[in-house]
Structure formats: C-alpha cells, structure tokens
C-alpha cells in the first residue's frame, strides 16, 4: 500500500514540474484577432501581424538572454576546468572542456555574422589545442608514474614481502 502512494506522490510531483517546465513564457494570446478572417478589413489584419510581431519580438529576446545565460555558464564551467587542469598537487588527471559547437545550432534568434563565425572558429581551434595540451600532459603523467612504479620495483626487489607492504602503507600514509 505504501509503494502506491509513493508512486503516486511522484507521479503527481513529475507532472507539476513537466507542468511549469512549459510556463515560462505565456502562450500567444490575440486581441485583435478578426472572428472572421474572411470578411476582416486590412487594419484589423494590419493590428493582428502588429501584435503576432511583438510577440515574436519578445521570444526572440526571451531566447537571447537565455542564450546568453547558457554562454555564461559555459565559460564559467570552462574556467573552472581551467584552473582544475593547472593543479598537480591534489590530483593528476585532466578534464576536458566543455563542448558547445552543437549547442549554437538551436540559436536562432542571431545569425553570425562573418565576424563572430570567425571568432567561433578561433576559439574551436584555441579549445582544440588546449584539450589535445591537456592529452600530452595526462601522457608525460602517465609515463612518468610508469617510470616511478619501475624504480620503486628496482628497489623493493631486495626487500620482503612484509617490509615492501610496510613502506606501502607508509607511502599512503603521507599522501
């Protein structure tokens, strides 16, 4: 009996937030929408395209500040990965960043223009070159580590089983 009540709580909750996933921005109402088209005069059809253009108007700005939005937190994750591939003190591994060449397709609302298409395709091929760098550096990490592994090998090779466990646990310790 509990299961259902459960499902059913989270049933209704997913349908509230479906529900105002979708009610950020009004649906288009008219006023000046002639009851019949037929028989409309040319300023009613004039108040009509009139009020349909401010609406497409506010979208289109509704969309821009959210595009802007999206670019904010872009950058913002990018910089951060930035300053998290920097570090080798706390961690060796390296993030890429984030993507978002696909993401421009659903921008509709601002065609580029020969000048921002060619800032886009500078800062693709500066992110291309800074995520192959991060590459080449997990690499040397990687070899570097293989080659502390081998000395560490070449020196535990004359010590006991026990004593090799013990400067084991006592390497894990201090780090």
């Known amino acids: ?7 059913f709580t ?19 109402v008219s006023y000046e929408k002639p009851a ?19 609406y497409v108007r ?9 595009y802007a939005k999206r670019q904010h937190a872009i950058q913002d994750y990018n910089q951060t990965v930035r300053e ?3 570090e080798d003190y706390f961690h060796t591994d390296r993030l890429p960043l984030y993507r978002h060449a696909e993401a421009d397709l659903y921008n509709t609302s601002v065609y580029p223009s ?12 500066a992110e ?16 570097e580590k293989e080659k502390n592994a081998e000395k560490k090998r070449e020196r535990d ?6 004593q090799v466990m013990i400067d084991n646990w006592f390497e894990k310790m201090l780090k």
């Open 36 to 54: 019949l088209p037929n028989m409309a005069t040319r300023r009613e059809m004039d108040a009509y395209k009139n009020e349909v253009d401010a």
């Open 114 to 125: 020969g000048k921002d298409y060619a800032l886009a395709v500078v800062n693709s091929i």
């Open 84 to 86: 998290y591939n920097r």
């Open 1 to 7: 009996m509990k299961k259902r009540h459960i499902i």
């Open 128 to 143: 291309n070159h800074y995520n192959s760098r991060i590459k080449e550096k997990e690499l040397e990490l990687a070899i």
């Open 10 to 28: 989270l049933l209704v909750a997913m349908q509230s937030f479906a529900c105002n996933a979708y009610s950020d921005y009004p649906d288009f």
């Open 58 to 66: 506010n979208i289109n700005r509704a969309i821009e500040k959210l």
């Open 157 to 162: 090779k004359d010590k006991s089983p026990d």
